[in-house]
């Protein structure tokens, strides 16, 4: 092989894939992404039930979808499949990492990291001022009524949590803060205004307007109005107005060393959302290779090419974290003190999926010994989540007026004389 078709193949177009497709492709090089998911433009993510149903990646049935389910011995994780990877479904915080965490725990001590926060601030200060993270204006209308968010400050108050003003500088001194997010409330030199057109320098490669945050609290099923700083709209933008190509729905199969030159081949499946056939088999060259298919993607893909690799580590897939997270919905919450002065009103479904943030320290921070760093954040779902929350606890007029449009609609659908009584909601 004496010519490649590309000089860098990215797979994979999430946090690592879309910095490096910019970096190189600024820097000259012929790039090349492939990315197995779809394009997900605005007003693109499913919504209703019957689209939700097929927003799952299952190629083999014909599903294209947003959402991939992983599930392992201990462990359940839900990924994305789409172009901008897993930044179309997370919840937007982009926090600098504390750097008295930079640390191991190995036989009761702390072992310090080969890299340090030291090291990464630079990184960090260049990605932030690509994706332009804001906080949540908490301090104007309507975004100061934001029930959730209003009450978890409350809450952090009385634990002891003071508010501090987020420092990227001294983050592990900060106690209740509002974090930075990947989310565009306000436009430059404007205040804060849901549903406002968002301008750009550059035009998104979607050729889409975008709209500032609408608080509808949609953030990890896909923003529908752009308001969500997600990679499509900035580092992969960036990437192809510099010349990067970017392939969707070429889901990467195999991949092994170019025969004859110090380069790949890359075999991966062209899929077609609009008119599911059997993929096609397609084949490209390159000089390097960046695999950054996400956490699960890029070791499933080491593991089935290993026969090709025999210089890969025995520890690959070893040694794994989930992260740590823990979620969980609070229900029937109450005034404190009073039980009987009514439910405290969190309306989770009103604003950003989060909004601030409590971060409560380490021993290393100076806590008591054994204490374990942590952050605590408010977080939201979608309306329609509400209402099936909600609905068993509302009153009866409305339960009634739910009642009668299913027998209206039960009426309509089935052409009978008279309607059939729902079930008791």
């Known amino acids: 092989m004496t010519a490649f078709d590309f000089d860098v193949i990215v797979v994979g177009s999430g946090f690592g894939g879309s910095v490096t497709a910019y970096r190189v492709a600024e820097a000259g090089f012929r790039v090349c992404v492939l990315e197995r998911g779809k394009a997900y433009p605005p007003n693109s993510f499913a919504r209703s039930p019957l689209t939700m149903s097929q927003a799952f990646w299952d190629p083999d049935n014909s599903k294209y979808g947003l959402f991939d389910v992983w599930s392992f011995g201990h462990m359940d994780a839900i990924v994305s499949a789409g172009l901008g990877g897993g930044s179309l479904i997370y919840a937007n915080v982009l926090l600098r990492k504390d750097a008295a965490w930079f640390v191991a725990e190995r036989n009761g001590t702390s072992v310090p990291w080969p890299v340090s926060r030291g090291d990464l601030d630079p990184h960090y200060g260049n990605v932030e001022a690509i994706i332009a993270p804001q906080t ?102 960036l990437a192809k107005a510099k010349g990067a190509e970017l392939r969707t729905l070429a889901e990467v199969v195999a991949f092994h060393p170019a025969d004859d030159a110090d380069g790949f081949v890359v075999d991966y499946r062209q899929h077609s959302a609009d008119a599911p056939t059997p993929a096609v088999p397609t084949r490209i060259t390159a000089r390097h290779l960046v695999l950054s298919a996400g956490t699960f993607g890029t070791n499933y893909l080491m593991q089935t090419n290993r026969a090709s690799l025999p210089g890969v580590s025995r520890q690959l897939g070893q040694w794994f974290s989930g992260n740590g997270d823990l979620l969980t919905l609070l229900l029937n919450a109450k005034q404190a003190g009073d039980a009987t002065s009514g439910e405290r009103i969190l309306d989770p479904s009103y604003g950003p999926v989060i ?44 339960k009634e007026l739910i009642r009668f449009a299913i027998n209206r609609i039960g009426a309509h659908v089935f052409h009978h004389g008279t309607p059939h009584l729902a079930p008791g909601i």
């Open 355 to 398: 909004t601030s943030t409590l971060r409560s320290p380490d021993a290393l921070d100076g806590a008591p010994p054994g204490a374990r760093g942590f952050y605590l954040q408010d977080a939201g779902f979608p309306v329609f989540l509400d209402w099936l929350v909600q609905t068993s606890r509302v009153g009866f007029e409305f």
């Open 136 to 237: 949540f204006p908490m301090s104007v209308e309507p975004y100061s009524s934001v029930p959730k968010a209003v009450q978890f400050k409350r809450a952090a108050e009385r634990l002891g949590f003071h508010p501090t003003t987020y420092d990227k500088v001294t983050a592990d001194r900060a106690e209740w803060f509002l974090p930075p997010l990947a989310v565009t409330f306000a436009n430059k030199d404007r205040p804060p205004v849901p549903g406002e057109t968002i301008p750009e320098d550059i035009r998104n490669l979607h050729d889409r307007d975008r709209q500032t945050c609408r608080l509808c609290g949609e953030c990890d099923l896909g923003c529908n109005y752009g308001a969500k700083n997600t990679l499509d709209y900035n580092y992969l933008t």
